[in-house]
């Protein structure tokens, strides 16, 4: 055995680190980004909400057209473009006179939108006349439409329609009537198709020539075009879905985002102090919850009352805080209080951490991210809302368009107009559907404990 | 669980309490005075109302009043009606809502219960790749135009049959009720679905069903005993509030349907500004759900022992 001395030993030296983390750490947000991005799903639903945002705030820069201003040339048509009329004179009144020949039920002159005018025989037996329009012909069940006009004078024997003409084909038809006003046999039908037709007066208000042309009478303009067709009184759809947009979108974004920010002061208060505050507090949340929600969002609708003029739209979003506020204010709270537990809040509080740096610092950036599941399902929730409370006539206030009380005018149309009601409910549906997939995806993306559940 | 009943049932009287005071002072801020109004009628129902309510009053003694029908049940007389009290009208309106939200609520429950085991029995494959396309158009599409475009299909099967085989609207017999039930359950149905389907996907890779299975028990029995059963239990859960979301759901069906119920009167009685009616229909409304939630919570107590145990 050698004696060892200092100089026979030496320091091992690392030639390179043995325990190292071999990627970049990934902070939480980035980290949940990451698992978002992989979720197509929600990033297509990210695109769409994008999209409808464009829609909102740009579409009206684009489509520079009066929600309100009314095409009374073109009332309740579908959408589509390149409408064509034929200028005419001014209207004049008639007096039943014609150079039209003929027997029978017959037309005076050329049938436009502006007026129809009819002449006919005298019927046998006829005390007085009664005459239909239809848009359908008169069957063996006698369908004869529409009663327009009635008249007790058998000598009366022309009539002039300028009652809601539009260019399609009708189908009139006069029935004799008895000193009664019972209807007798022998009616005459005629199918009359109208012709679309404007005024110079009207081309040159609504500006729809260049103003080095000169039209005469007989040639045809180009009417304004509605890529989305206009509504019952002749508004343009597309101007007014991205109105309604703005209304709806502005009650859907800034309700949630007002009354979630009262939950977190409200929840974070109660939890972190605790104790009987915290279960008054609460006691007081459970109210609210257990207030009718429908009901009071209405009663609440009545008791700020809309004064003349008003849209309704602040009213709205004071309600929807008053009564939505307890849900986020309960999950804030709870969260609060498991955060509080952790040791990690104990040490900070054994470095001499501040009560407001610890709120501040540790416990509001933690609750974030369920704070941010909860907004991007609120928000359909409210759009849901706006868009039943305008449905029913008890939220935005007309002329205002908003995409629910354009339903609402839209389902009295139905059936000769559908897209009226179709266009706004599609706008509801793809909003509802585009924040409620991506909130799918960042709760899975955000709420590690939620991961894999489905 | 007697004592667990009981202290809801308290709870729920004070909720109770507190909606009425809330729907009190809601009201009293509503601007305009409701005897000014032309619509109040004539003198006579004017010092009648004055003195049944003490609005010459100042506003607590006005509250006590108040308080004081309720308690005994007595909501008060119409404005726009004469003669006509809010108790008659709810007598009469309400029973077409409760039977339309229970078919709703049946139909809701049992479609939510079935597609959702369904969807997890079937998983990523076709039936729940339809069904929850379904779901998601059914959380997605508003009530309204659920409740239009089903009354447009309506209209299509009747012209091709020839007759009448469901009516468009209206109230009367069973077939009135179908369509607008299914329409009214359409939400609370999809909801329901994904729950059940996220309960169940849970319970099926638990180790009980693995040691049913290996022991030899069938398939359906699985099915029915096992999984079902303590699948059911989160819809139950849920079933309370879904009470509530659809009786006040059905505003807007009894509105497309022309249904006589209380949502449409209530509605009605908005645009009319009917104050005793406006009153009387948010306590009575407020108070049911909050008892047909304490009702759902103590039967619950009875389905899963685990509550029970816990109170």
Redesign the interface.
């Given at each position: 055995m050698t004696n060892l001395t200092s100089t026979d030993f030496e320091p091992i030296c690392h030639a390179q680190e043995i325990q190292g983390i071999s990627r970049p750490s990934l902070s939480y947000w980035r980290d949940a980004w990451i698992r978002l991005k992989a979720n197509k799903r929600a990033i297509s639903s990210l695109f769409l909400v994008i999209g409808l945002l464009l829609f909102t705030i740009v579409g009206p820069v684009i489509w520079n057209v009066d929600p309100a201003l009314q095409d009374l040339d073109q009332v309740g048509q579908p959408p589509g473009g390149g409408r064509l009329a034929v200028i005419v004179n001014e209207y004049e009144p008639w007096d039943g006179e014609s150079e039209a020949k003929g027997s029978g039920l017959r037309l005076a002159e050329n049938a436009t939108t502006m007026a129809v005018r009819l002449n006919w025989d005298n019927l046998s037996g006829a005390i007085g006349y009664r005459i239909y329009r239809n848009i359908f012909p008169v069957g063996p069940e006698r369908a004869y439409g529409i009663p327009l006009a009635e008249y007790f004078d058998n000598s009366v024997l022309y009539f002039e329609d300028r009652l809601d003409l539009k260019p399609r084909r009708y189908y009139y038809s006069v029935v004799p009537i008895d000193a009664t006003g019972v209807l007798l046999d022998g009616y005459q039908t005629i199918s009359v198709d109208v012709l679309r037709v404007t005024t110079l007066g009207e081309v040159e208000s609504q500006g729809l020539s260049a103003a080095n042309i000169n039209l005469i009478i007989g040639d045809s303009v180009n009417l304004a075009p509605h890529p989305l067709g206009t509504d019952y009184l002749g508004r343009d759809m597309l101007a007014r879905l991205m109105a309604g947009a703005r209304v709806s979108l502005f009650i859907g974004i800034g309700a949630p985002c007002l009354f979630i920010l009262f939950g977190i002061v409200y929840g974070s208060i109660a939890g972190f102090l605790g104790g009987r505050i915290d279960q008054i507090m609460m006691r007081f949340a459970?109210?609210v919850v257990?207030?009718?929600?429908?009901?009071?969002m209405?009663?609440?609708k009545?008791?700020?009352?809309i004064g003349p003029g008003e849209s309704g739209i602040f009213p709205m979003l004071v309600a929807l805080v008053i009564l939505m506020w307890p849900a986020t204010a309960r999950l804030v709270r709870g969260q609060i209080l498991q955060i509080r537990e952790q040791g990690y809040i104990g040490a900070s509080r054994l470095l001499g951490a501040k009560t407001n740096y610890l709120i501040l610092r540790h416990m509001l950036p933690n609750t974030l991210g369920v704070v941010l599941v909860t907004i991007t399902f609120a928000i359909?929730g409210a759009i849901?809302i706006e868009?039943?409370l305008s449905?029913?006539?008890?939220g935005v206030a007309p002329p205002t368009p908003s995409w629910g009380s354009m339903?609402?005018e839209g389902?009295k149309n139905?059936?000769t107009s559908p897209h009226e009601?179709i266009l706004p409910?599609i706008l509801?549906?793809?909003t509802?559907?585009a924040f409620?997939?991506l909130g799918d995806g960042l709760r899975d993306a955000l709420d590690a404990r939620l991961r894999n559940?489905? | 669980m007697f004592l667990f009943g009981l202290k809801r049932l308290l709870q729920g009287v004070v909720?109770v309490w507190?909606?009425a005071t809330?729907?009190f002072f809601?009201?009293h801020?509503?601007?305009?005075d409701p005897l000014l109004n032309e619509r109040a009628g004539s003198e006579a129902i004017k010092a009648n109302l004055e003195s049944k309510y003490g609005l010459d009053q100042p506003l607590s003694t006005q509250y006590f009043i108040y308080l004081r029908n309720l308690s005994r049940g007595d909501f008060g007389i119409s404005f726009t009606q004469e003669n006509r009290e809010v108790n008659d009208i709810i007598r009469e309106h309400f029973p077409v809502s409760a039977i339309l939200g229970i078919l709703a609520i049946v139909f809701a429950a049992t479609g939510g219960v079935l597609f959702g085991a369904l969807t997890a029995l079937y998983r990523n494959r076709l039936p729940d790749y339809i069904i929850m396309i379904l779901v998601?158009?059914g959380?997605?599409?508003?009530?309204?135009?659920i409740a239009?475009m089903s009354q447009?299909m309506l209209v299509g099967i009747n012209n091709m049959a020839g007759s009448t085989i469901l009516p468009v609207a209206g109230w009367g017999t069973i077939l009135h009720m179908l369509v607008p039930a299914l329409v009214l359950g359409l939400g609370t149905m999809a909801y329901l679905t994904r729950l059940m389907?996220?309960s169940m996907?849970?319970i099926i890779g638990s180790d009980y069903i693995r040691t049913a299975r290996s022991k030899g028990v069938p398939p359906s029995r699985i099915f029915a005993k096992h999984q079902l059963r303590n699948a059911i239990l989160p819809v139950v859960t849920v079933l309370g509030p879904s009470i509530?979301a659809i009786t006040?759901g059905g505003?807007?069906v009894e509105?497309?349907f022309a249904i006589p119920g209380l949502g449409r009167y209530?509605?009605q009685a908005?645009?009319q500004?009917d104050y005793t009616v406006?009153m009387g229909?948010?306590v009575f409304?407020?108070a049911f759900?909050?008892f047909m939630v304490i009702l759902v919570d103590i039967l619950y107590g009875f389905i899963d022992p685990r509550v029970r145990l816990e109170k």
């Open positions: 459970d109210f257990a207030l009718p929600f429908l009901l009071f209405i009663l609440f009545i008791a700020f009352g359909p849901f868009a039943f449905f029913i006539g008890m339903s609402n389902i139905m059936l009601l409910a509801i549906s793809v509802v559907l409620n997939l559940q489905e | 909720t507190f909606i809330a729907t809601a009201m801020n509503v601007p305009g998601i158009l959380i997605s599409v508003p009530s309204f135009v239009a447009l389907r996220s996907l849970e509530a006040t505003f807007v509105l497309v209530f509605v908005v645009q500004l406006i229909t948010t409304y407020g759900l909050v």
